[in-house]
């Protein structure tokens, strides 16, 4: 019963919002999060990449270095047009304590076109607030939901609960 009515809302909630799910992700925490939103709520997703090798640990460094002094880092061409969606929900990791560069590139150069915005992050214990904080203050939008996951919640109960009660807030406000 409770499948059903949830499966109505989301049903009624695509059927009025084009969504778009934008995320950066290095490690795949972000992604799977991401992933899951898009699928609960039938969004398109848009994939934020950059040219960066940052795999080994002195890019890893640079990525620390490059969040801190808010650096925005040179990504590659959108496949989605943020025009046309009456939503874009913005997700990315908590890189020392603030948004990721390439996340940040992607707000910056987005932000215009944006209509409503909802905010994620994934981190491994803190820093989100503030991160959350910085995506809504450079997005120019007050979001219409925010959600913080931490890495162990990532693929447990506590993730779907989560992610679940993201889109009801995002629901209710329409
Ligand atoms: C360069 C770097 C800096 C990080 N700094 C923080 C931090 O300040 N606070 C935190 O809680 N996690 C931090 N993390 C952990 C990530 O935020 C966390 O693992 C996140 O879920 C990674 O998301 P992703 O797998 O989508 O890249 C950092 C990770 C990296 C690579």
Known sequence: MRINALSYYVAK??????????????????????????????????VIRDYARRKHLLA????????????????KEAEHKVA?????????????????????????????KFDQVALFCTESGQGGEKVLAQAASLSGKKPLAEMILMEKEIRTDAMDNKINEFIDVIQAAN
């Open 84 to 112: 046309n969606y009456n939503l874009v929900i913005l997700g990315g990791p908590v890189w020392v304590e603030n948004m990721s560069s390439p996340l940040r590139a992607y707000i910056k150069r987005e932000a215009e």
């Open 13 to 46: 909630f695509a059927a009025m919002k084009k969504v778009l799910v934008a995320y950066h992700s290095l490690t795949g925490n972000t992604e799977k999060v991401a992933r899951e939103i898009a699928k609960q709520l039938d969004a398109d997703v848009e």
């Open 60 to 75: 890893r460094l640079s990525a620390a270095l490059e969040a801190v002094l808010k650096i925005s880092a040179s990504i």
